[in-house]
């Protein structure tokens, strides 16, 4: 039982990561057709913040109800948005 937990765990980690990545490529591509992408990159990284915030309350407040694998879930969420964007932010500042 308790190895089917933690496999539990981790594809509800690995589902948030890549839902995560979706959002962030979606956001990415709308700030290409729109405005330049260090204009862009910028308010991404403010909304990617926001959504690491809301995630990690949201996540603090699953994980002290029990549901662990939605707190899984809901940590791992904001992980590859804040990580990619920064990654772009250096690229076109350094």
């Known amino acids: 039982m308790k190895?089917?937990?933690i496999s539990g765990t981790f594809v509800s980690a690995i589902g948030g990561v890549v839902i995560?990545?979706?959002?962030w490529l979606i956001a990415i591509s709308i700030?290409?057709?729109?405005t330049t992408v260090s204009q862009w990159?910028?308010?991404v990284l403010l909304g990617s913040a926001v959504l690491a915030v809301c995630a990690g309350v949201w996540g603090w407040r699953m994980r002290r109800r029990g549901k662990y694998l939605g707190a899984a879930f809901a940590f791992s969420l904001?992980?590859?948005p804040v990580v990619l964007t920064?990654?772009?932010l250096t690229n076109i500042y350094v």
């Open 78 to 80: 904001p992980i590859l």
């Open 31 to 34: 700030g290409e057709d729109v």
């Open 86 to 88: 920064l990654a772009v």
């Open 3 to 5: 190895t089917s937990y």
């Open 41 to 43: 990159s910028l308010l």
């Open 20 to 23: 995560g990545y979706v959002l």
